[in-house]
């Protein structure tokens, strides 16, 4: 008879804890949001094309050399700083992949 009781116990403990976990579990962690920018099948690009993070930094370039090969460059993304001339300095490149 104890067995049976402590088994029934069991389920309904289970059961109860399921529901209230429903109204005391913390909230989900979902994906964030989609990019604004999206590049499909059927756009083209203008190239050369840069990427700039929010505080304009240039960390990625999409280029044609001058034999048509495609080059893609990754960029330090420190901000670029400014010569005594108030002309931009280049940031520094820290990978390419050329085809």
Do not use: Y
Request: zero cysteines; aromatic letters at 6%.
């Amino acid at each position: 008879m104890n067995a049976k009781l402590n088994l029934a116990l069991s389920i309904a403990a289970g059961l109860v804890g399921g529901m209230l976990l429903q109204f005391a579990a913390p909230n989900l962690v979902h994906a964030q949001a989609p990019s604004s920018v999206v590049v499909g099948g059927a756009q083209t690009l203008q190239l050369p094309v840069f990427v700039v993070n929010e505080s304009g930094a240039v960390v990625a370039s999409l280029t044609m050399d001058s034999d048509g090969q495609p080059n893609f460059k990754l960029f330090d993304a420190k901000p670029p700083a400014r010569s005594k001339d108030g002309t931009i300095n280049v940031p520094s490149e820290i990978w390419s992949a050329r085809r």
